[in-house]
């Protein structure tokens, strides 16, 4: 798969770079690497982009998703970056908060299933925007759904698979806030079913431990990895990771 993808993470608290882990966001720290002095998140996105040649970043507005205060100076600021490709979760729960984001340099909006209020208004938001702009965002924790939408709780997520390819839903990330930051490693056998059955790009966040998950994810024909404390601890060497 040549167009893999490894994309570092950028978890926005306060307006600053964060440490996440295990989804418990109220006790997220600054964050911080040896790749980096800062704990801005432009300043990072620039180092990891013209030092290390990243061009995909997956940054995650916890401003507004938890307090419904975007960090709109940090989007007018990325989007001056024509070279990098933002894929951002800004928390979207209706369709006018999609509205909020069009007129920024966005390559991709993720829409994620803890904040999305209901299946309609995630299909009414398809219908507005390109189907390849927007990715679903599977979120979970210790692989059971997060989400607000009735007919989706206390399902197997393998039963909503079908459901979102229906909508045209192409693009999607599995991400288990548990396995957030604790490097557990490994491929999910409930991952490994999920991209048997969905047709589309699956991207996985959480619990990625060194390089031979990297690997066996791209080995296992998923799309790509999000990565955060593999990267900033050193665990995975950042140069192997560019000359993949």
Same mark, same amino acid.
């Given at each position: ?69 975007? #960090? ?38 993720? /829409? ?86 969905? #047709? ?41 990771? /560019?000359?993949?």
């Amino acid at each position: 798969m040549k167009n893999f993808k490894i994309i570092p993470v950028i978890d926005i608290l306060n307006s600053k770079a964060v440490h996440a882990v295990k989804g418990e966001r109220n006790n997220y720290k600054p964050l911080k690497s040896y790749l980096f002095d800062s704990d801005d998140p432009i300043d990072i996105i620039n180092i990891l982009h013209q030092k290390y040649k990243f061009s995909y970043f997956y940054i995650a507005d916890l401003d507004a998703i938890m307090k419904q205060d975007p #960090n709109l100076d940090f989007l007018i600021k990325i989007s001056k970056i024509s070279s990098i490709k933002a894929m951002i979760d800004p928390g979207i729960s209706l369709y006018n908060d999609i509205l909020k984001y069009v007129n920024y340099n966005i390559e991709y909006i993720i /829409v994620g299933l803890e904040t999305i209020s209901s299946i309609e208004i995630l299909s009414n938001i398809l219908n507005f925007s390109t189907q390849n702009k927007i990715i679903l965002s599977i979120d979970m924790y210790k692989e059971k759904l997060l989400t607000n939408i009735d007919l989706f709780k206390n399902q197997n997520p393998l039963k909503i698979i079908k459901i979102i390819q229906d909508l045209g839903i192409n693009q999607i990330i599995l991400l288990d806030l548990y396995k957030v930051g604790q490097k557990l490693g490994g491929i999910s056998p409930l991952y490994l079913d999920i991209r048997e059955i969905f #047709n589309g790009d699956i991207y996985v966040g959480g619990g990625i431990k060194d390089f031979e998950d990297i690997d066996n994810f791209y080995n296992n024909k998923f799309s790509g990895v999000l990565l955060g404390t593999a990267l900033y601890d050193g665990s995975i060497n950042i140069q192997k990771l /560019v000359n993949f």
